[in-house]
T-cell receptor, first 117, second 108 residues
Framework: ETGVTQSPTHLIKTRGQQVTLRCSSQSGHNTVSWYQQALGQGPQFIFQYYREEENGRGNFPPRFSGLQFPNYSSELNVNALELDDSALYLC????????????????FGPGTRLLVL | GIQVEQSPPDLILQEGANSTLRCNFSDSVNNLQWFHQNPWGQLINLFYIPSGTKQNGRLSATTVATERYSLLYISSSQTTDSGVYFC??????????FGPGTRLSVLP
């Protein structure tokens, strides 16, 4: 186990609805990154939050938004769901620190499987 | 941005066999990571290996940064090794860029 938890584990929504996914960071970590993994593909970076502020974003539209709370847990919100949003959503927490590579501290949660019908 | 290729895309092995997975990068490699994703979706860090060779039990990895590739070796494979293996690079120290993965199936 990595110490990173996500909820819910599975979710079914219909097109046009909104969804909120949650992530609790590993103790001591101040950075959360979110990834989308479509079936049969590698994870793709959505965005990262560092100390409650967005700290980088991948090629995803504005209807993907996020929050990070003072305890460093995080939410991913997706509005106006589309069929292509069906995927495994992974969060990863890390200790954001200049000069320390991600691989040294970043750990992934078990993911939330979202199905959009 | 950096492009990551992995080969082979799929691999089926008999238990006890050895295998080599390869990862190629389009740009310089600074912070290369290997992951294993189990059938339930959990991504597990295997190696942080920007250069050189590391070993952990039956797994070892080698990165030749100057030639922009990395290899993951699995010896005496077990059914629990099944899943998808990803390599990834975090060139900007912010997020990983993942390859498409190698799907490994180890048969009993």
């Amino acid at each position: 186990e990595t110490g990173v938890t996500q909820s819910p584990t599975h979710l079914i929504k219909t097109r046009g609805q909104q969804v909120t996914l949650r992530c609790s960071s590993q103790s001591g970590h101040n950075t959360v990154s979110w990834y989308q993994q479509a079936l049969g593909q590698g994870p793709q970076f959505i965005f990262q939050y560092y100390r409650e502020e967005e700290n980088g974003r991948g090629n995803f539209p504005p209807r993907f938004s996020g929050l990070q709370f003072p305890n460093y847990s995080s939410e991913l919100n997706v509005n106006a769901l589309e069929l292509d949003d069906s995927a495994l959503y992974l969060c990863a927490s890390s200790l954001g620190s200049v000069g320390i590579p991600l691989g040294e501290t970043q750990y992934f949660g078990p993911g939330t499987r979202l199905l959009v019908l | 941005g950096i492009q990551v290729e992995q080969s082979p895309p799929d691999l089926i092995l008999q238990e006890g066999a050895n295998s080599t997975l390869r990862c190629n990068f389009s740009d310089s490699v600074n912070n290369l990571q290997w992951f294993h994703q189990n059938p339930w979706g959990q991504l597990i860090n295997l190696f942080y290996i920007p250069s050189g060779t590391k070993q952990n039990g039956r797994l070892s990895a080698t990165t030749v940064a100057t030639e922009r590739y990395s290899l993951l070796y699995i010896s005496s494979s077990q059914t629990t090794d099944s899943g998808v293996y990803f390599c990834a690079e975090d060139s900007y120290g912010q997020n990983f860029v993942f390859g498409p993965g190698t799907r490994l199936s180890v048969l009993p």
